[in-house]
Every structure is written in structure tokens, then in C-alpha cells.
T-cell receptor
Framework: DSGVTQTPKHLITATGQRVTLRCSPR?????VYWYQQSLDQGLQFLIQ???????AKGNILERFSAQQFPDLHSELNLSSLELGDSALYFCASSEADRSYNEQFFGPGTRLTVL | GQNIDQPTEMTATEGAIVQINCTYQ??????LFWYQQHAGEAPTFLSY????GLEEKGRFSSFLSRSKGYSYLLLKELQMKDSASYLCAVRVPTGGGNKLTFGTGTQLKVEL
């Protein structure tokens, strides 16, 4: 158990819908990262927040957005869902944003878009 | 762009040693990580290299050569539970922060 929690564990929804994925980092960790893992593309970095502010952005679609709240939990919002958005979404956290800080991954949310 | 290459699959025998290679070409470098991932589960941290050389951690060792853009993960005394995907990831500075760019992973199968 990494100490990072994600809810829900599974989510099944229809195309065109909007969903929110939630992540609570390990106690004391200020940095939160979101990743998407699909079968054909591997683990892709989406976005990073550090102490409430956006720090780095990866291949995140405009239909996706995220935020980190004052209590440091984070939410990833996915809208106008398409079949291709079906994937495992991981949240990870680290103590800070130094190069040696390892990231601890949550168990993931499996999103299925029908 | 970022490019990280690893073999797709490898097979090894229980008790043996296996070396998983990773080559990378990235726009920056702030360290290289190895993660283990069992199917459907979260990646778990194995090792970190930022300077050239070998880092040893029990049955696992990782080597880095920054000038060659090359790393390997060495697994000794293989056990059946080591069957998993091994992900090489490079930490790349991006904007005001860093991002981990992952390779597609090497699926290791350990056989009797």
C-alpha cells in the first residue's frame, strides 16, 4: 500500500459524459501527478500540481482538466468522453519536486467508456 | 521529442539473472527511474540513478551511463513473483516542474 488513495476504483460511463476522478496523496506529500495508461500507449504523463498550483503539463487533452485543493487532494475531470478515453488513470504523489523524489502511485481508476 | 526504448518481452528461468536494457533520448535529464508493474496494479518504485554508475539494492541493481543515454536493470536470483512489466522512466524538466516520461515497458516472464 503506497498511501495514495484513488476513487472510484472502477467507472463505467457512456460517450459524451463527464466524470471526476479523485486522488488523495500520501500524508505530507505536496506534489500530485496524473497519468493515463492505455494498452497501446503505455503510461502517459498528463499533469502535475505542487501545493495547489499547476507545475507541469504533459499530453493532456483540452477536454481534461485537473485541480489540487487546499487540503492537497486532487481531482481529474474528463468531459465529452470518447471511446478512446477508456484507460487506467493513475495518480501519484511525491514529497516535493526535487529530482530524486520518487513518485508513489495509487491503485488507479479503471475508466470504461461505452 | 522524448524517446525511451526497451525490449517488449523477455523470458528467464527461476534462479537466473536477467538484464533489462533501456536507451533514451530526451530534451533534458533529471534522473532515471525503474518501476515494476504487475498487470492491473500500480507501478512500484525499484531504483533511481542520476549519476553514472551502479546502484545496488538487494536482488536489484541499476546502471546508468548519461553520455550513452543508456541504463539497465539487473535482477538476480529470479523468483516467479518477479514476472511483471518493468518500466524505465526518465525525469525531464518541463515548464516549472518535472515530468516522468515512461518507456512502454518490458514484460518479463520467469519460468521454472
Amino acid at each position: 500500500d503506497s498511501g495514495v488513495t484513488q476513487t472510484p476504483k472502477h467507472l463505467i460511463t457512456a460517450t459524451g459524459q463527464r466524470v471526476t476522478l479523485r486522488c488523495s496523496p500520501r500524508s505530507g506529500d505536496l506534489s500530485v501527478y496524473w497519468y493515463q495508461q492505455s494498452l497501446d500507449q503505455g503510461l502517459q504523463f498528463l499533469i502535475q500540481y505542487y501545493n495547489g498550483e499547476e507545475r507541469a503539463k504533459g499530453n493532456i487533452l483540452e477536454r481534461f482538466s485537473a485541480q489540487q485543493f487546499p487540503d492537497l487532494h486532487s481531482e481529474l475531470n474528463l468531459s465529452s468522453l470518447e471511446l478512446g478515453d477508456s484507460a487506467l488513470y493513475f495518480c501519484a504523489s511525491s514529497e516535493a519536486d526535487r529530482s530524486y523524489n520518487e513518485q508513489f502511485f495509487g491503485p488507479g481508476t479503471r475508466l470504461t467508456v461505452l | 521529442g522524448q524517446n525511451i526504448d526497451q525490449p517488449t518481452e523477455m523470458t528467464a528461468t527461476e534462479g537466473a539473472i536477467v538484464q533489462i536494457n533501456c536507451t533514451y533520448q530526451t530534451s533534458g535529464f533529471n534522473g532515471l527511474f525503474w518501476y515494476q508493474q504487475h498487470a492491473g496494479e500500480a507501478p512500484t518504485f525499484l531504483s533511481y540513478n542520476v549519476l553514472d554508475g551502479l546502484e545496488e539494492k538487494g536482488r536489484f541493481s541499476s546502471f546508468l551511463s548519461r553520455s550513452k543515454g543508456y541504463s539497465y536493470l539487473l535482477l538476480k536470483e529470479l523468483q516467479m513473483k518477479d514476472s511483471a512489466s518493468y518500466l524505465c522512466a526518465v525525469r525531464v524538466p518541463t515548464g516549472g516542474g518535472n515530468k516522468l516520461t515512461f518507456g512502454t515497458g518490458t514484460q518479463l516472464k520467469v519460468e521454472l
